[in-house]
């Protein structure tokens, strides 16, 4: 894979494209970041994978015959690099997806490889509205937000690689079933049973739905004044207000760790067995989310003079008035992909 850092260098022409074609498909790597981000289940890999389909693009820019040629072949190209790093390799998962749940009264055993897992992925890095200055339909972005849920994410590494691509480009990009047959080079008829396969595997395993028990938002003001109760909750460690929050079955996973729990009491015995670690945290809010939810920094008093140092990143899944699901990321080198900063003060 090329270099993240290194530009795409212009070493050609394109004059069916104008002055600057690198500029053209720039606008298009917000997208195809989150494209990649779906099939693949990892910010790292999707973005790796963005990079060699735009540097494949410069190398055959001369063959394309005008702008309206671009998108269509980025997306031919990064499908192809995605189905190139996804061959024989195993899927990554959340922990529902590899153990039963866990009574509560353990602690979190062995880390995983990183490889293991989803990867959580901030809002502004592949949704198009979430963005500074991000224009789309309300009513698009609810779905992008829907198709980046950690849920979601996760039943889509169980389809084949081919019938994910079909899946995200018919129901998420919103492709024609022609489009996506001549990207993948086969018919119409073969996308159309793909995608009633697909539709039908995602659907059995519950992706479609994400969070359990899911009611419509809350109006901002009150979905905020949710969040600072549950932060306040959490950093104060009330486990009885904190569990006042939750829903009935609400869910908590915590990678690189495979232990999760289910249900309020579950979750109670785990912080009373684990509750020495879980004291003193602080929250700091991740700028724009995480896969179409609320997320935080998770920080420790672990630093020298009591500094807080980086602990993980929670991703807050909400059903109405209550929190549905909870997924602590305990992986400090996730801070830098939210922009969050490496120490917080002594309070």
Same mark, same amino acid.
Request: charged share 20%.
């Given at each position: 894979?090329?270099?993240l850092?290194e530009?795409?260098?212009?070493t $050609?022409?394109?004059?069916?494209l104008?002055?600057?074609?690198v500029?053209?498909f720039?606008?298009?790597?917000?997208a195809?970041?989150g494209?990649?981000?779906?099939?693949?289940?990892?910010?790292?890999e999707?973005?790796?994978?963005?990079?060699?389909t735009?540097?494949?693009?410069?190398?055959?820019?001369?063959?394309? @015959?005008?702008?309206?040629?671009v998108?269509?072949w980025?997306?031919?190209i990064?499908?192809?690099?995605?189905?190139?790093?996804? $061959?024989?390799?195993?899927?990554?998962?959340?922990?529902?997806?590899?153990?039963?749940?866990?009574s509560?009264?353990?602690?979190? $055993?062995?880390? !995983?490889?990183e490889a293991?897992?989803?990867?959580?992925?901030? @809002?502004?890095?592949?949704?198009?509205?979430?963005?500074?200055?991000?224009?789309v339909?309300p009513?698009?972005?609810?779905?992008?937000?829907e198709?980046i849920?950690?849920a979601f994410?996760?039943?889509?590494?169980h389809?084949?690689?081919?019938?994910?691509?079909?899946?995200?480009?018919?129901?998420?990009?919103?492709?024609?079933?022609?489009?996506?047959?001549?990207?993948?080079?086969t018919?119409?008829?073969?996308v159309n049973?793909?995608l009633?396969?697909?539709?039908?595997?995602?659907?059995?395993?519950?992706?479609?739905?994400g969070?359990? $028990?899911?009611h419509?938002e809350l109006?901002?003001?009150?979905?905020?004044?949710?969040?600072?109760?549950y932060?306040?909750?959490?950093?104060?460690f009330?486990v009885?207000?904190l569990?006042a929050?939750?829903?009935e079955?609400?869910?908590?996973?915590?990678?690189?760790?495979? !232990?999760?729990?289910?249900?309020?009491?579950?979750?109670?015995?785990?912080?009373?067995?684990?509750?020495?670690?879980?004291?003193?945290?602080?929250?700091?809010?991740?700028?724009?989310g995480?896969?179409?939810?609320?997320?935080?920094?998770?920080?420790?008093?672990?630093g020298?003079?009591?500094?807080?140092?980086?602990?993980?990143?929670?991703v807050?899944?909400?059903?109405?008035?209550?929190?549905?699901?909870i997924?602590?990321?305990?992986d400090?080198?996730?801070?830098? !992909?939210?922009?969050?900063?490496?120490?917080?003060?002594?309070?």
């Amino acid at each position: 894979m090329t270099d993240l850092a290194e530009p795409i260098g212009s070493t $050609g022409s394109a004059p069916a494209l104008g002055a600057d074609p690198v500029a053209l498909f720039e606008t298009h790597r917000r997208a195809l970041t989150g494209y990649c981000y779906r099939m693949l289940g990892s910010l790292h890999e999707a973005e790796d994978a963005v990079q060699e389909t735009m540097v494949r693009a410069w190398r055959s820019v001369d063959r394309l @015959d005008g702008p309206a040629a671009v998108k269509p072949w980025l997306y031919r190209i990064a499908t192809n690099v995605c189905l190139t790093m996804l $061959g024989g390799r195993r899927r990554r998962a959340l922990p529902m997806d590899l153990v039963g749940a866990s009574s509560g009264n353990v602690r979190p $055993g062995a880390p !995983l490889p990183e490889a293991t897992w989803i990867q959580p992925v901030p @809002d502004a890095r592949v949704l198009s509205g979430a963005a500074p200055g991000g224009e789309v339909d309300p009513a698009d972005l609810t779905v992008e937000r829907e198709s980046i849920r950690l849920a979601f994410v996760a039943a889509l590494q169980h389809l084949p690689a081919r019938q994910r691509a079909v899946l995200i480009l018919r129901d998420v990009l919103r492709w024609r079933a022609a489009e996506v047959a001549e990207l993948l080079d086969t018919t119409v008829v073969s996308v159309n049973s793909a995608l009633r396969r697909a539709r039908t595997a995602i659907a059995e395993r519950g992706g479609a739905g994400g969070a359990p $028990g899911r009611h419509p938002e809350l109006a901002d003001p009150e979905r905020q004044a949710m969040l600072e109760r549950y932060v306040d909750a959490f950093e104060r460690f009330d486990v009885d207000r904190l569990v006042a929050l939750l829903h009935e079955d609400v869910t908590m996973a915590m990678p690189p760790h495979d !232990l999760w729990l289910q249900g309020r009491d579950a979750i109670v015995r785990f912080f009373t067995v684990a509750a020495p670690g879980c004291r003193r945290h602080r929250f700091l809010p991740a700028p724009g989310g995480a896969n179409g939810s609320p997320a935080f920094g998770l920080y420790a008093p672990t630093g020298p003079g009591g500094a807080y140092e980086p602990f993980g990143v929670q991703v807050v899944e909400l059903a109405g008035e209550h929190v549905a699901g909870i997924h602590a990321f305990l992986d400090p080198a996730l801070f830098p !992909l939210f922009g969050l900063p490496e120490t917080l003060p002594r309070r």
